[in-house]
């Protein structure tokens, strides 16, 4: 399964550049994930170190679902 997002910055409320990535999962099952939100944002200092943490989400599967009942 592939995944494209879009990671997109801005200056202000100016936008400046965007990238799309390709995600590939190696590991399918028959369960589509799906995620909470449509649009995550996240802020990065200036001076932010290379490896710095953006934003963390997570997402749903419908195996998910089945277990929490």
Same mark, same amino acid.
């Given at each position: 399964?592939?995944?494209? $997002?879009? #990671?997109?910055?801005?200056?202000?409320? +100016?936008?400046?550049?965007?990238?799309?990535? !390709? /995600?590939?999962? $190696?590991? #399918?099952?028959?369960?589509?994930?799906? +995620?909470?939100?449509?649009?995550?944002?996240? !802020? /990065?200092?200036?001076?932010?170190?290379?490896?710095?943490?953006?934003?963390?989400?997570?997402?749903?599967?419908?195996?998910?679902?089945?277990?929490?009942?």
């Amino acid at each position: 399964m592939q995944a494209e $997002l879009t #990671v997109a910055s801005a200056k202000g409320v +100016f936008p400046s550049s965007q990238v799309v990535v !390709t /995600v590939t999962v $190696l590991d #399918v099952n028959e369960d589509r994930p799906t +995620f909470s939100q449509t649009l995550y944002t996240g !802020t /990065v200092c200036r001076s932010a170190a290379p490896g710095t943490v953006v934003s963390t989400n997570s997402l749903i599967t419908v195996h998910d679902h089945d277990q929490v009942r």
